[in-house]
């Protein structure tokens, strides 16, 4: 089945360390998003990409990466200058339908600072 | 820069109860509107999608309703059941250029349905 792929499920880090989110799309989806959802918050978009080797910062890139090698793949480094990373993560992807966009999420990661 | 409201925050319902949800925008310069459904630690599923020249959507027990002019848009659950208990988000799209588009997402709208 087509989906998108986020792993791992749950991540903890370290002060001081940074840590990668993989995001993973087998629906040859061209643009792919990440972003963070904290408690009683809205989504904030962190970063997006509509091709590969090129993306764009979000609302709120300070303290993060990216990178767009594959047209499939979206990693997210968080960074140790992110103060704040404790924060559910959820990677999307959408692509033109001849129509409209179609909008498909992963089922995130959690990230815990320990 | 888009602002999106939803209201309530939170909604309890008896099962079987038919019931609506809100939500506001600011900038009604919009491509569409999307209502998605979250469960608990899970990712957003996506429910209804209003073209912003359609007025409303309908999939099963809901139905989405857009008046874009006003900046606003209601979800309305039928015969409310306690499988639909989640948050559901609203989230409207800017016209985009080219190949991509952002949403802006409301905090979203918990509801619980009772047994």
């Known amino acids: 089945d087509g989906g998108i792929t986020q792993s791992p499920k749950y991540l903890f880090r370290k002060e001081g360390q940074n840590v990668t989110l993989s995001c993973e799309q087998n629906l040859n989806h061209d643009a792919m998003y990440w972003y963070r959802q904290d408690p009683g918050q809205g989504l904030r978009l962190i970063y997006y990409s509509q091709i590969v080797n090129d993306f764009q910062k979000g609302d709120i890139a300070e303290g993060y990466s990216v990178s767009r090698e594959k047209k499939e793949s979206f990693p997210l480094t968080v960074t140790s200058a992110q103060k704040n990373p404790t924060a559910f993560y959820l990677c999307?992807?959408?692509?033109?339908?001849?129509?409209?966009?179609?909008?498909?999420f992963g089922s995130g990661t959690r990230l815990t600072v320990v | 820069k888009q602002e999106v409201t939803q209201i309530p925050a939170a909604l309890s319902v008896p099962e079987g109860e038919n019931l609506v949800l809100n939500c506001s925008f600011t900038d009604s310069a919009i491509y569409n509107l999307q209502w998605f459904r979250q469960d608990p630690g899970k990712g957003l599923t996506s429910l209804l999608l209003?073209?912003?020249?359609?007025r409303e959507q309908t999939s099963g027990r809901l139905n989405a309703s857009l008046d874009k002019s006003s900046g606003r848009s209601t979800l309305y659950i039928a015969a409310s059941q306690p499988g639909d208990s989640a948050t559901y988000l609203c989230a409207p799209a800017p016209r985009s250029g080219a190949g991509s588009y952002q949403l802006t997402f409301g905090k979203g709208t918990k509801l619980s349905v009772i047994p």
């Open positions: 209003i073209q912003s020249s359609q």
């Open positions: 999307a992807s959408t692509t033109w339908t001849g129509t409209s966009y179609g909008y498909t």
